[in-house]
Protein backbone atom coordinates (compact mmCIF):
# COMPACT_ATOMS: atom_id res chain seq x y z
CA UNK A 1 0.00 0.00 0.00
CA UNK A 2 3.07 2.35 0.96
CA UNK A 3 3.68 2.56 -2.89
CA UNK A 4 0.03 2.55 -4.27
CA UNK A 5 -1.60 5.69 -6.28
CA UNK A 6 -5.12 5.80 -6.35
CA UNK A 7 -6.56 7.85 -9.09
CA UNK A 8 -10.40 8.60 -8.26
CA UNK A 9 -11.61 11.00 -11.27
CA UNK A 10 -14.99 12.21 -12.04
CA UNK A 11 -17.12 15.64 -12.34
CA UNK A 12 -18.58 17.69 -9.54
CA UNK A 13 -21.02 16.25 -7.29
CA UNK A 14 -20.20 12.90 -8.37
CA UNK A 15 -19.13 12.17 -4.71
CA UNK A 16 -15.15 12.05 -5.27
CA UNK A 17 -14.28 13.72 -1.94
CA UNK A 18 -16.39 11.83 0.55
CA UNK A 19 -15.14 8.33 -1.43
CA UNK A 20 -11.34 9.40 -1.51
CA UNK A 21 -11.50 10.09 2.05
CA UNK A 22 -12.92 7.36 2.73
CA UNK A 23 -10.70 4.88 0.81
CA UNK A 24 -7.81 6.70 1.86
CA UNK A 25 -8.96 6.57 5.82
CA UNK A 26 -9.84 2.92 5.26
CA UNK A 27 -6.28 1.53 4.05
CA UNK A 28 -4.35 4.03 5.87
CA UNK A 29 -3.19 6.19 2.66
CA UNK A 30 -2.81 10.09 1.93
CA UNK A 31 -4.94 12.05 0.37
CA UNK A 32 -5.27 15.29 -2.22
CA UNK A 33 -8.14 16.74 -3.30
CA UNK A 34 -6.74 18.07 -6.73
CA UNK A 35 -9.48 20.39 -7.34
CA UNK A 36 -9.27 22.57 -3.78
CA UNK A 37 -5.56 23.52 -5.35
CA UNK A 38 -7.28 24.84 -8.40
CA UNK A 39 -10.27 26.08 -6.23
CA UNK A 40 -7.06 27.98 -4.08
CA UNK A 41 -5.55 29.25 -7.45
CA UNK A 42 -9.01 30.64 -8.40
CA UNK A 43 -9.64 32.80 -4.72
CA UNK A 44 -5.88 34.03 -5.33
CA UNK A 45 -6.82 35.40 -8.57
CA UNK A 46 -10.16 37.20 -7.25
CA UNK A 47 -8.32 38.70 -4.48
CA UNK A 48 -5.20 39.97 -6.04
CA UNK A 49 -8.34 41.69 -8.98
CA UNK A 50 -6.94 39.73 -11.67
CA UNK A 51 -9.10 39.72 -14.74
CA UNK A 52 -10.48 36.26 -15.21
CA UNK A 53 -12.38 36.55 -18.73
CA UNK A 54 -8.30 37.23 -19.59
CA UNK A 55 -6.12 34.15 -19.61
CA UNK A 56 -3.38 35.86 -20.54
CA UNK A 57 -3.76 37.96 -17.44
CA UNK A 58 -4.34 34.72 -15.21
CA UNK A 59 -1.39 33.15 -16.60
CA UNK A 60 1.18 35.98 -16.41
CA UNK A 61 0.35 35.57 -12.43
CA UNK A 62 -0.04 31.62 -12.53
CA UNK A 63 3.68 31.29 -10.84
CA UNK A 64 2.70 33.80 -7.42
CA UNK A 65 0.77 32.02 -5.39
CA UNK A 66 2.54 29.86 -2.32
CA UNK A 67 -0.38 26.59 -2.49
CA UNK A 68 -0.02 24.23 0.19
CA UNK A 69 -2.19 21.00 0.52
CA UNK A 70 -2.14 19.04 4.02
CA UNK A 71 -2.95 14.99 3.02
CA UNK A 72 -4.27 13.92 5.94
CA UNK A 73 -7.95 12.75 5.11
CA UNK A 74 -9.24 13.73 8.05
CA UNK A 75 -8.25 16.77 8.08
CA UNK A 76 -7.19 18.16 4.41
CA UNK A 77 -6.13 21.67 5.30
CA UNK A 78 -5.56 23.93 2.08
CA UNK A 79 -3.11 27.15 3.22
CA UNK A 80 -2.69 29.51 -0.01
CA UNK A 81 0.26 32.09 0.91
CA UNK A 82 0.32 30.52 4.03
CA UNK A 83 -3.27 31.61 5.27
CA UNK A 84 -6.51 29.29 5.69
CA UNK A 85 -8.15 29.04 2.82
CA UNK A 86 -10.47 26.03 3.11
CA UNK A 87 -13.80 28.14 3.50
CA UNK A 88 -13.47 30.82 1.69
CA UNK A 89 -12.26 28.31 -1.57
CA UNK A 90 -16.11 26.62 -1.14
CA UNK A 91 -17.51 30.57 -1.94
CA UNK A 92 -20.15 31.09 -5.11
CA UNK A 93 -17.69 33.20 -6.32
CA UNK A 94 -15.22 30.86 -6.36
CA UNK A 95 -17.52 28.47 -7.67
CA UNK A 96 -18.36 30.21 -10.61
CA UNK A 97 -14.75 31.03 -11.76
CA UNK A 98 -12.84 27.87 -11.32
CA UNK A 99 -13.18 25.97 -14.54
CA UNK A 100 -12.20 29.14 -16.27
CA UNK A 101 -9.08 29.53 -14.45
CA UNK A 102 -8.42 25.92 -14.25
CA UNK A 103 -8.76 25.74 -18.28
CA UNK A 104 -5.76 27.93 -18.73
CA UNK A 105 -2.62 25.98 -19.37
CA UNK A 106 -0.01 28.15 -17.24
CA UNK A 107 -2.39 27.04 -14.42
CA UNK A 108 -2.51 23.40 -14.93
CA UNK A 109 1.64 23.38 -15.33
CA UNK A 110 1.94 25.31 -12.30
CA UNK A 111 -0.46 22.68 -10.27
CA UNK A 112 0.57 19.82 -11.73
CA UNK A 113 4.00 20.02 -10.40
CA UNK A 114 2.75 20.66 -6.81
CA UNK A 115 0.54 17.78 -7.31
CA UNK A 116 3.37 15.16 -8.36
CA UNK A 117 5.19 16.51 -5.86
CA UNK A 118 2.95 15.21 -3.34
CA UNK A 119 2.03 12.41 -5.08
CA UNK A 120 6.09 11.58 -4.95
CA UNK A 121 6.58 7.69 -3.94
CA UNK A 122 2.93 6.82 -3.57
CA UNK A 123 0.75 5.70 -0.85
CA UNK A 124 -2.20 8.28 -1.77
CA UNK A 125 -5.79 8.64 -2.82
CA UNK A 126 -5.76 11.77 -5.04
CA UNK A 127 -9.10 13.08 -6.75
CA UNK A 128 -9.61 15.37 -9.75
CA UNK A 129 -10.33 15.60 -13.77
CA UNK A 130 -7.49 14.70 -15.08
CA UNK A 131 -5.34 12.24 -12.33
CA UNK A 132 -5.63 9.10 -14.33
CA UNK A 133 -5.29 10.76 -17.21
CA UNK A 134 -2.68 13.41 -16.97
CA UNK A 135 -1.19 13.98 -13.31
CA UNK A 136 -0.32 10.04 -12.90
CA UNK A 137 -1.06 8.15 -15.84
CA UNK A 138 0.56 5.48 -13.80
CA UNK A 139 -1.69 5.04 -11.48
CA UNK A 140 -2.22 1.47 -10.38
CA UNK A 141 -5.59 1.83 -9.63
CA UNK A 142 -7.97 4.28 -11.58
CA UNK A 143 -11.49 4.80 -10.96
CA UNK A 144 -13.79 7.29 -12.86
CA UNK A 145 -17.09 8.16 -10.57
CA UNK A 146 -20.06 9.41 -12.43
CA UNK A 147 -23.67 9.83 -12.35
CA UNK A 148 -26.37 11.44 -14.71
CA UNK A 149 -26.74 15.25 -13.49
CA UNK A 150 -29.75 14.89 -11.90
CA UNK A 151 -28.52 12.65 -9.32
CA UNK A 152 -25.58 14.44 -9.13
CA UNK A 153 -27.58 18.14 -8.72
CA UNK A 154 -29.57 16.46 -5.82
CA UNK A 155 -26.38 15.45 -3.71
CA UNK A 156 -25.02 18.49 -3.97
CA UNK A 157 -27.75 20.75 -3.39
CA UNK A 158 -28.54 18.61 0.03
CA UNK A 159 -24.91 18.77 1.06
CA UNK A 160 -25.24 22.45 -0.05
CA UNK A 161 -28.48 23.49 1.02
CA UNK A 162 -29.30 24.47 -2.46
CA UNK A 163 -31.92 24.55 -4.88
CA UNK A 164 -31.94 21.47 -7.14
CA UNK A 165 -32.10 22.95 -10.55
CA UNK A 166 -30.06 26.04 -10.08
CA UNK A 167 -27.49 23.51 -9.01
CA UNK A 168 -28.30 21.08 -12.26
CA UNK A 169 -27.69 24.59 -14.34
CA UNK A 170 -24.27 24.80 -12.77
CA UNK A 171 -22.75 20.94 -12.79
CA UNK A 172 -24.20 20.94 -16.57
CA UNK A 173 -22.43 24.36 -16.95
CA UNK A 174 -19.34 23.45 -15.66
CA UNK A 175 -19.30 19.70 -17.45
CA UNK A 176 -19.11 21.96 -20.25
CA UNK A 177 -16.26 23.55 -19.58
CA UNK A 178 -14.30 20.88 -18.24
CA UNK A 179 -14.94 18.19 -20.67
CA UNK A 180 -13.95 20.63 -23.63
CA UNK A 181 -10.75 22.34 -22.45
CA UNK A 182 -8.08 22.00 -24.91
CA UNK A 183 -5.65 21.27 -22.24
CA UNK A 184 -6.47 18.38 -19.87
CA UNK A 185 -10.14 17.91 -20.00
CA UNK A 186 -12.29 15.95 -18.16
CA UNK A 187 -12.45 12.10 -18.89
CA UNK A 188 -12.13 8.65 -17.88
CA UNK A 189 -8.71 7.43 -18.29
CA UNK A 190 -7.68 4.37 -19.96
CA UNK A 191 -7.91 1.29 -17.68
CA UNK A 192 -10.44 3.28 -15.23
CA UNK A 193 -13.44 1.00 -13.74
CA UNK A 194 -16.61 3.20 -13.72
CA UNK A 195 -18.88 3.43 -10.67
CA UNK A 196 -21.68 5.17 -10.96
CA UNK A 197 -22.47 6.02 -6.64
CA UNK A 198 -26.23 6.58 -7.68
CA UNK A 199 -27.55 3.36 -6.44
CA UNK A 200 -25.19 2.91 -3.22
CA UNK A 201 -24.65 4.00 -0.14
CA UNK A 202 -20.93 6.28 0.69
CA UNK A 203 -20.35 3.44 2.46
CA UNK A 204 -21.04 1.02 -0.40
CA UNK A 205 -19.18 3.17 -2.76
CA UNK A 206 -15.92 2.80 -0.75
CA UNK A 207 -16.14 -0.85 0.17
CA UNK A 208 -16.23 -1.32 -3.87
CA UNK A 209 -13.30 0.99 -4.34
CA UNK A 210 -11.25 -0.73 -1.48
CA UNK A 211 -12.07 -4.10 -2.72
CA UNK A 212 -10.34 -3.10 -6.06
CA UNK A 213 -7.63 -1.37 -4.35
CA UNK A 214 -6.79 -4.29 -2.46
CA UNK A 215 -6.91 -6.84 -5.52
CA UNK A 216 -3.92 -4.48 -7.24
CA UNK A 217 -2.42 -4.50 -3.80
CA UNK A 218 -2.56 -8.22 -3.45
CA UNK A 219 -1.96 -8.59 -7.09
CA UNK A 220 1.23 -6.27 -7.16
CA UNK A 221 2.70 -8.83 -3.47
CA UNK A 222 1.76 -12.15 -4.87
CA UNK A 223 4.53 -10.78 -8.19
CA UNK A 224 7.09 -9.37 -5.41
Known sequence: MSSLVVAIDGPSGSGK??????????????????????????????????????PEAIAARASEPIIESGTD?????????GADAAIAIRSDEV????????????????????????????????????????VAPDAQVKIYLSADAQARAVRRAAEAGGDVEATQKSLLARDRIDSGRATAPLTMADGAAHI?????????????????????????????
Open 73 to 81: PLDPTILVD
Open 95 to 134: NAAVSPVSAVPAVRTRLLQLQRAIIGEGGIVVEGRDIGSV
Open 17 to 54: SSTSRGVAVRLGLRYLDTGAMFRAMTWWMLSHGVDLSN
Open 196 to 224: DPTPFTLAEVIDQVVVLVEAVSDARGSDA
